[in-house]
T-cell receptor, first 111, second 112 residues
Framework: SQQGEEDPQALSIQEGENATMNCSYK?????LQWYRQNSGRGLVHLIL?????REKHSGRLRVTLDTSKKSSSLLITASRAADTASYFCATDERVKGKLIFGQGTELSVKP | EAQVTQNPRYLITVTGKKLTVTCSQN?????MSWYRQDPGLGLRQIYY???????DKGDVPEGYKVSRKEKRNFPLILESPSPNQTSLYFC???????????FGSGTRLTVV
């Protein structure tokens, strides 16, 4: 079962612009995580937000979590060409402790 | 260097020939997990393990087996591979539920 659904599926922006990706999920969660994947490579953990947190920052990344709407967003500010990758949200299901991934947003940042 | 190591990176095999993909982590992590990634389907969890001798099924466990006899190793076994198991496989580990996972570099498996 897919827990997270991401929107948009693909996003193309110019360098310097901000990129926003959204994730919706269905069940109660312990935490929500965001990962980046460069083409065909392993995923890299970016940031984790716990269910009792509403916002978190890490460098150029800002993550928000709205548990009442079961949704999260990832904002990348001042994007760079090197940010071009696929971004996945993953939810840690509260009951079973499984980490379930969404299908990802493909971000392209043009120089 | 802290890492998750998968082997092999690439494998082409024939239908029905048993194979094992190894996964090893050097970070003393308790949680380990296997995922497969397919175009249009994203990452789907195959099995996960919360500690030695504790494993549970993910969303697509059929046709796969795992074991967790030692903390560092979590091999994925395909007893009788079929073409629909052609995929990109990832192993990942985490200290606990409240931390992000560290992923291996992936194993690209083709079953003909």
């Amino acid at each position: 079962s897919q827990q997270g659904e991401e929107d948009p599926q693909a996003l193309s922006i110019q360098e310097g612009e901000n990129a926003t990706m959204n994730c919706s999920y269905k069940t109660s969660i312990n935490n929500l995580q965001w990962y980046r994947q460069n083409s065909g490579r392993g995923l890299v953990h970016l940031i984790l937000i716990r269910s009792n947190e509403r916002e978190k920052h890490s460098g150029r990344l800002r993550v928000t979590l709205d548990t009442s709407k079961k949704s999260s967003s990832l904002l990348i500010t001042a994007s760079r060409a090197a940010d071009t990758a696929s971004y996945f949200c993953a939810t840690d299901e509260r009951v079973k402790g499984k980490l379930i991934f969404g299908q990802g947003t493909e971000l392209s940042v043009k120089p | 260097e802290a890492q998750v190591t998968q082997n092999p990176r690439y494998l082409i095999t024939v239908t029905g020939k048993k194979l094992t993909v190894t996964c090893s982590q050097n970070m003393n992590h308790e949680y380990m997990s296997w995922y497969r990634q397919d175009p249009g389907l994203g990452l789907r969890q195959i099995y996960y393990s919360m500690n030695v001798e504790v494993t549970d099924k993910g969303d697509v466990p059929e046709g796969y087996k795992v074991s967790r006899k030692e903390k560092r190793n979590f091999p994925l076994i395909l007893e009788s591979p079929s073409p629909n198991q052609t995929s990109l496989y990832f192993c990942a580990s985490s200290p606990t539920r409240s931390y992000g996972y560290t992923f291996g570099s992936g194993t690209r498996l083709t079953v003909v």
